[in-house]
């Protein structure tokens, strides 16, 4: 009987660790508690602010507090969208090629949405955070993104392959020498 590790070829098992620390990565985010996580996407808000509105330091403190409030919630839900798009590619580049609607398919998409359940209720743990439906949501929508274009890439690599087979074919060598 074949060992796991000699199933599982060394780029998958490459995606399988990448997932996991894609997981971490988003476990950690996800035990900030409200202040801390505030003050990371609130950084972040803030120089992006400044590039939008070059005026904005100079804006009133009550219209900066109110972009900054207003912004802060679209770039917190790009942030669940994004990382759970990565984490949706590297379970599904994990899962190797394959057409869309396929098991390993199915298999990537739930374990990401499990794992975007799991989080929400992780943070419904952490002081000042919520479990929100709305985010597991926005979390699995990443996933599906994320499977989406590992398919693209799938699909663009087989093409790929294809032409190169072709220019390589020893009937393609034949009519080139003829």
């Not at 599982?8 to 996800?30: D, E, G, N, Q």
């Not at 929400?120 to 985010?135: F, T």
């Not at 274009?149 to 790929?160: E, H, N, P, R, T």
Request: hydrophobic residues 40%; charged residues 20%.
């Amino acid at each position: 009987m074949k060992s796991i590790s000699r199933k599982i070829s060394k780029t998958r098992l490459l995606f399988i660790i990448l997932s996991i620390l894609c997981m971490v990565v988003i476990f950690f985010f996800s035990s900030e508690n409200s202040t801390e996580s505030s003050q990371t996407s609130g950084r972040f808000v803030k120089i992006l602010l400044g590039h939008i509105f070059p005026d904005f330091t100079e804006s009133s403190a009550a219209r900066q507090r109110e972009l900054i409030h207003t912004t802060q919630f679209i770039v917190r839900k790009l942030a669940h969208f994004t990382i759970y798009t990565t984490l949706g590619l590297l379970l599904s580049m994990a899962m190797g090629r394959r057409k869309f609607l396929s098991r390993q398919t199915l298999l990537a998409l739930t374990a990401g949405t499990v794992y975007a359940v799991s989080d929400e209720l992780h943070q419904s743990l952490i002081p000042g955070r919520s479990c929100e439906l709305r985010d597991v949501m926005i979390d699995t929508g990443g996933v599906l993104t994320g499977i989406i274009i590992s398919m693209v890439l799938f699909f663009i690599a087989k093409k790929i392959r294809k032409r190169r087979n072709k220019r390589t074919s020893p009937d393609n060598k034949k009519r080139a020498h003829s």
